[in-house]
Structures are given as structure tokens and as C-alpha cells.
Nanobody, 114 residues
Framework: QVQLVESGGGLVQLGGSLRLSCAAS????????MGWYRQAPGKERELVAV???????NYADSAKGRFTISRDKAKNTVYLQMNMLKPEDTAVYYC????????WGKGTLVTVSS
């Protein structure tokens, strides 16, 4: 089993920044990818950013140029630096890790006020 603990969410004003963290622990042999999804009220969960084991990244169009995903391999931690936040970024952000199996965090709420 793999446990994921997210942190860093909160309330921020339009144009502000937040840094989300997700620490993975447990029976981790190797990680294929780590990333972030989000779910806004009344909407489906959507991809925000993914980081592959090779270092490749994939971002949602809405995140490009504003968000940066990174990873500390030694700590099995993935980060999401979010800049120039907009009210439409308001959502619960979920971390995930793929080891062959997919594991999800419980989510952290990000609220952007205008």
C-alpha cells in the first residue's frame, strides 16, 4: 500500500501563488508517474499536471505557463507550484502516484478569491 499526504492548499487572492506538496510513503518499489488532478464544484475531475519517471511533463492547457510540477525523488514528494492564480482554479486538488497501481490522496482545497 502507498499513502499520500497532500498539503499547501488554502485561500489566496487573484494573482497569488500557492505551492502544493504530496508526500508518498509505504510500499514503494518504483514510481512510474506522479501528478495532480483537480475537481471544481459540479465538474468532473481533470488533469492538471503529470510528471513521468523520465522527467517528462504534461500540463493541462489551463495550467501551462502558470503551474510547474516537480519532484524530490529522495523524499518521494511531488510539488505543484501555482502562480497567477485565477478564480477558475478554485477546486480540490488531488495528488496521484502510479506504481503500476494508482493511488490517490484525499485532496486539498484551493480557493482563489477575486
Amino acid at each position: 500500500q502507498v499513502q499520500l499526504v497532500e498539503s499547501g492548499g488554502g485561500l489566496v487572492q487573484l494573482g497569488g501563488s500557492l505551492r502544493l506538496s504530496c508526500a508518498a510513503s509505504g510500499s514503494i518499489v518504483s514510481i512510474n508517474s506522479m501528478g495532480w488532478y483537480r475537481q471544481a464544484p459540479g465538474k468532473e475531475r481533470e488533469l492538471v499536471a503529470v510528471l513521468g519517471s523520465s522527467g517528462s511533463t504534461n500540463y493541462a492547457d489551463s495550467a501551462k505557463g502558470r503551474f510547474t510540477i516537480s519532484r524530490d525523488k529522495a523524499k518521494n514528494t511531488v510539488y505543484l507550484q501555482m502562480n497567477m492564480l485565477k478564480p477558475e482554479d478554485t477546486a480540490v486538488y488531488y495528488c496521484y502516484v502510479s506504481t503500476g497501481w494508482a493511488y490517490w490522496g484525499k485532496g486539498t482545497l484551493v480557493t482563489v478569491s477575486s
